[in-house]
Antibody
Framework: EVQLVESGGGLVQPGGSLRVSCAAS????????MSWVRQAPGKGLEWVAN????????YYVDSVRGRFTISRDNDKKSLFLEMNNLRAEDTAVYSC???????????????????WGQGTMVTVSS | SFDLTQPPSVSVSPGQTATITCSGE??????VCWYQQKPGQSPVEVIY???KRPSGIPERLSGSNSGNTATLTISGTQVMDEGDYYC?????????FGGGTKLTVL
């Protein structure tokens, strides 16, 4: 069964740090771009970060760039999000998602988030 | 950054057709995906590349995209279709979601 399971969420004070993880199973993890998407309580979905299959390319939403770092360990089939200098507005459920790609003109492009984890809650509060 | 605009809510009677729109500048030049999210659950991809359905998604869900507007259409809407729907596009290698539309079937 294709599955993504997040862990590591919790309560952290403003300015603090936290690392959340995502364990993948049921598919060839090293063949896929992966992403983190968050959802603040009662709010919509917000894309946070992407990482290429081999980790050589990473992209971030402006609001977290310089504070968050996405990384992966393909041998352990795991995705990570290191979050530093956390703010109250970072409070959200953080979900990892697999990125399906499509081929066009001898290149590949991101298509959709085809598999999602259940998410892990991160609360930033004093 | 690229912006996507969705109506906050749409209501429909059971058996009728629900239409959820997603607007953005020259949106028709991009592929649009749609996700359904039910309360307390993770999102599920229901449409990709404007109008393609993943395996297991009912045929009564369909999508289109032209000009500045993409549309998710649910024919013969059922109570089980209630939930939040999000459109999404890629801006290079970064993703953008619409604000979401709450579909109520009553």
């Amino acid at each position: 069964e294709v599955q993504l399971v997040e862990s590591g969420g919790g309560l952290v004070q403003p300015g603090g740090s936290l690392r959340v993880s995502c364990a993948a199973s049921g598919f060839t993890f090293s063949s896929y771009w992966m992403s983190w998407v968050r959802q603040a309580p009662g709010k919509g979905l917000e894309w946070v970060a992407n990482i290429k299959e081999d980790g050589t390319e990473r992209y971030y939403v402006d609001s977290v760039r310089g504070r968050f770092t996405i990384s992966r360990d393909n041998d352990k089939k795991s995705l990570f999000l290191e979050m530093n200098n956390l703010r109250a507005e970072d409070t959200a459920v953080y979900s990892c998602a697999r990125v399906a790609m499509y081929f066009f003109d001898s290149d590949t492009f991101p298509e959709a988030f085809d598999i999602w984890g259940q998410g892990t809650m991160v609360t930033v509060s004093s | 950054s690229f912006d996507l605009t969705q109506p906050p809510s749409v209501s429909v009677s059971p058996g009728q057709t629900a239409t959820i729109t997603c607007s953005g500048e020259k949106l028709g030049d991009r592929y649009v995906c749609w996700y359904q999210q039910k309360p307390g659950q993770s999102p599920v991809e229901v449409i990709y590349q404007d109008n393609k359905r993943p395996s297991g998604i009912p045929e009564r869900l369909s999508g289109s995209n032209s000009g500045n507007t993409a549309t998710l259409t649910i024919s013969g809407t059922q109570v089980m279709d209630e939930g939040d729907y999000y459109c999404q596009v890629w801006d290079g290698n970064t993703a953008v979601f619409g604000g979401g539309t709450k579909l109520t079937v009553l």
